[in-house]
């Protein structure tokens, strides 16, 4: 094999948690070039290896990574991303003949820890196999155990944090793991990393705790090869320069980040409202910026080499105070607040710091109590449905006995477990209207009458089922996977423009002549191999729709008042997006010319 | 080290680096504390200011670099592991990030606690202060690697020094780069300072556990 790439080791570390077998395996630098690191090389990985459709993704089989990019670790600004990508145990399509069927998953998480594994020697972790016992794993550059980790299951992601911290140092790991709710299998899973930063989506922390993985804590020595330090120097300089201004955007970010959106978005009529029925909140501004920052906030984080810091702590006050977290941010702001009708403030921050430490996906959990709200509300189910909890809007004690039910898995819990797809299969009733998903998967903040042209393109389309990150168009989507492929954030593009461009700094890390179109059309494969994925799997056209509300009911509040999404202009919009795509208008299969056009082989 | 000895011996090697006459020695924790005279400087280090640093570590890969080895012809280091910075973050939960670095001791501890004898002609023992910088400096000729300077860091203040795990040598040592550190240029926070080393005030030379904790009371009470 040719020798491995500069920026690159070209080494995935490969461990089977069945056999405690553990491999440095070579990566063909091909698949480098071709997929770049992160989310691509993440697909890659899973489409080359998981080749039979409908494996589970609770089996040994399913393959559990965690993908840095070329970018991550590198003292590049907010290069600290890491791709959680896995099978999902989320996904199905409507139809199809493979039981265990599932779209990719892949769930982005900043912090510390990419950057970590690409110290320690890797460019990726591949977890497969299911290990009899509670394990962590423990990696220090070479040196790689398969630890016992019986002292450590059960904790929350709170007192691990802690725990770790204790044992291992304040200073020289950084760990991945899971909450008590992933032990459990419980589908909406999350992984965090610091207690708080979460690869919340797609149910990759279930995929974990089916490996009974409780956590991967990583210390490294190294840093990756630079193929021209004096051009990456220079481009380093230029970046860190240009986020040293003090532009109004930067101040966004520093003042608030996400949660800015959650008053902007309720303004714009595009969030969610109880339960999707509404784009527009009337109390947002109790849970807005300057009331957290009032009320909540002490402290602004940042994630490795971050100049915006957009992470805010702190704690609440009276009784919902004692506890130390950060948020809301916008997602946890708007699905655990809005979405819910909850406006008191140190309320819906407690119901986030229980959410985390259980180990839940923020979103989808938000989202299926919203649902179940709604049920409740219109009386399709009773209160014994709920196990006794008075599941009303806006009741931060019902929430939260929800969420601990969710995290437990247990009684109500079970069910909601399996997303509101399931449940509205289980209550029926016309409830399907309102089970607001994709593909099985829930849709986060942000809502969908008033933004169908971005919004309803993101969510349907998404390779992971609903996803608010995804973009509206072929372009953006090809740009984010692209983003969570380097191992960069996603709030950053407008800082790596011009001279600093990604493509400029590929070149610099690789060596290789990297252009604009050329990374683009990486971006292109990356998310045509995803669809390929899905596609092998069963999912076709009528897997890319629109929950049923957004066609047939119009909300009463703000901009999005009176507004229905038109089905025949969404079916339109569909056909432009598979012809733009390159994909067959019936399928939704990539057409022959463009999958040669990125060199995919068809399976 | 409490004995008149060590310090006559400190007073000694400030004479004979020429910067005797503005000192004043007077008792203090270790029996004796050194200050520096107005008209001379006074000793400088990084103060951080805690409410302000967000542990990006933006500051070890800036401190790593200016340190890091140039190949030859080259005015441009490789990028290289954070670790081998002398400033290093601590993170601690619930969330309170920590810069460790050099408080630069009035009394510095470690070069007190190194038994290496002075030279006769210099009066230096292997780590002695920089003349321009005030920073602790190792000669790693005279230096006997027996880790007395990281232990008294470590026991008495910040924990800094770490032995190099093969020569035993003391590492991590800030220099303040000669005078402008690059640190506090690049912060993206300002939350680094080259200040008087008194100025980090009730914080100045502990440990990041200590500091944490302190942090901690500080920004999250339920009141």
């Known amino acids: 094999m040719a020798e491995t790439m500069p920026g690159y080791y070209g080494r995935l570390l490969d461990v089977n948690l069945s056999t405690g077998t553990i491999v440095k395996t070579t990566l063909d630098p091909q698949w480098l070039q071709d997929y770049i690191g992160g989310r691509g090389l993440g697909a890659k990985i899973l489409y080359e290896r998981l080749k039979n459709p409908g494996t589970e993704a609770f089996s040994p089989e399913n393959i559990l990574l965690f993908m840095p990019g070329p970018f991550s670790g590198l003292p590049l600004p907010s290069s600290s991303r890491t791709c959680v990508v896995t099978k999902s145990p989320r996904t199905s399509p409507k139809s199809g003949s493979y039981h265990g069927a599932s779209t990719i998953s892949y769930s982005n998480i900043g912090g510390f820890f990419g950057p970590e594994l690409r110290f320690a020697g890797y460019d990726g972790l591949a977890i497969t196999g299911r290990s009899d016992k509670p394990v962590y794993l423990y990696i220090k550059d070479e040196t790689v155990e398969i630890r016992d980790a019986s002292e450590y299951w059960g904790l929350g992601t709170d007192a691990l944090e802690t725990r770790l911290i204790a044992d291992l140092g304040s200073d020289g790991f950084r760990s991945c793991y899971i909450g008590p709710a992933a032990e459990k299998m419980v589908p909406l899973a999350s992984v965090l990393n610091t207690a708080a930063r979460a690869a919340g989506r797609g149910g990759t922390g279930a995929v974990m705790g089916s490996k009974r993985l409780k956590a991967i804590c990583v210390s490294g020595s190294g840093i990756p090869n630079v193929a021209d330090p004096v051009k990456f120097n220079e481009l380093l300089e230029t970046v860190r320069s240009s986020f040293a201004q003090d532009t109004p955007s930067r101040r966004w970010w520093r003042e608030g980040g996400t949660t800015n959106a959650l008053e902007e978005s309720s303004a714009g009529g595009t969030m969610a409202v109880k339960n999707y029925s509404e784009g527009s909140f009337g109390e947002v501004s109790r849970i807005g910026t300057a009331a957290a920052r009032k009320e909540i906030w002490k402290r602004d984080f940042a994630c490795y080499c971050c100049f915006l810091a957009c992470k805010k702590s702190g704690m609440a006050k009276g009784a919902y105070g004692g506890v130390v977290h950060d948020g809301p941010e916008y997602e946890t702001g708007s699905m655990l607040g809005s979405n819910l009708l909850i406006a008191d403030l140190a309320g819906l921050n407690r119901c986030i710091a229980v959410a985390d430490d259980l180990g839940l996906d923020i979103i989808s959990a938000g989202n299926i109590i919203g649902f179940l709200m709604e049920a409740y509300d219109k009386k399709l189910i009773d209160r014994d449905f709920l196990d006794g909890i008075d599941l009303t809007w806006g009741n931060v004690e019902a929430v939260l006995a929800m969420l601990r039910k969710m995290g437990a898995n247990e009684g109500v819990g079970i069910r909601a477990n399996q997303g509101v797809r399931s449940l509205a299969r289980e209550i029926g009733q016309g409830s399907e209207a309102f089970a607001i998903h994709v593909k099985g998967h829930e849709l986060a903040g942000w809502n969908v009458h008033k933004a169908v042209d971005w919004f309803g393109i993101s969510y349907s389309t998404a390779n992971r089922g609903a996803c608010h990150m995804n973009g509206g168009a072929p372009g953006p989507q090809n740009q984010s996977a692209l983003r969570d492929s380097l191992g960069i954030c996603s709030f950053v593009d407008e800082w790596y423009v011009n001279d600093s461009a990604f493509e400029k700094i590929l070149t610099a890390i690789t060596g290789r002549e990297w252009s604009g179109a050329s990374l683009e059309l990486a971006g292109e494969r990356i998310y045509n191999l995803e669809k390929m994925f899905n596609y092998r799997e069963g999912f076709r056209r009528e897997d890319d729709c629109l929950p049923e509300r957004f066609f047939s009911e119009a909300g009463k509040q703000g901009p999005a008042a009176g507004i229905k999404v038109d089905r025949a202009r969404f079916e339109q919009m569909l056909d432009d997006y598979y012809i733009a795509r390159g994909w067959d208008l019936k399928t939704s299969k990539p057409g022959p010319e463009k999958l040669a056009a990125l060199g995919i082989t068809d399976f | ?223």
Not at chain 2, 182 to 202: I, M
Request: include cysteine; glycine fraction near 10%; charged fraction near 20%.
């Open chain 2, 1 to 223: 080290m409490e004995s008149g000895e060590g310090l006559q011996s400190r007073r000694d090697f400030l004479r004979k680096l020429g910067l005797g006459a503005g000192f004043l020695i007077a008792g203090g924790q270790f029996g004796f504390t050194w200050f520096f005279d107005e008209k001379e400087g006074k000793l400088k280090a990084i103060v951080v200011d805690f409410s302000k640093c967000t542990g990006c570590r933006t500051c070890e890969t800036v401190c790593a670099g200016f340190h890091a080895p140039r190949a030859a012809g080259s005015s441009v280091a490789a990028p290289v592991n954070p670790y081998q910075a002398r400033i290093r973050v601590h993170h601690f939960n619930p969330d309170a990030d920590v810069p460790q670095v050099c408080a630069h001791c009035a009394d510095a501890p470690c070069i007190e606690a190194c038994p290496v004898d002075p030279d006769p002609v210099t009066g230096r023992k292997a780590l002695y202060r920089d003349p321009v910088t005030g920073s602790p400096v190792n000669d790693t000729d005279a230096c006997i690697g027996c880790r007395s300077c990281a232990r008294a860091c470590k026991e008495l203040r910040t924990g800094t020094i770490r032995p190099n795990p093969v020569t035993r040598m003391p590492e991590g040592i800030c220099d303040l780069c000669g005078g402008e550190p690059r640190c506090v240029q690049v912060c993206p926070f300002g939350a680094l300072q080259l200040a008087d080393a008194g100025d980090a005030g009730h914080l100045a030379g502990l440990s990041p556990e200590k500091i944490a904790q302190v942090l901690m009371e500080t920004y999250y009470s339920p009141q």
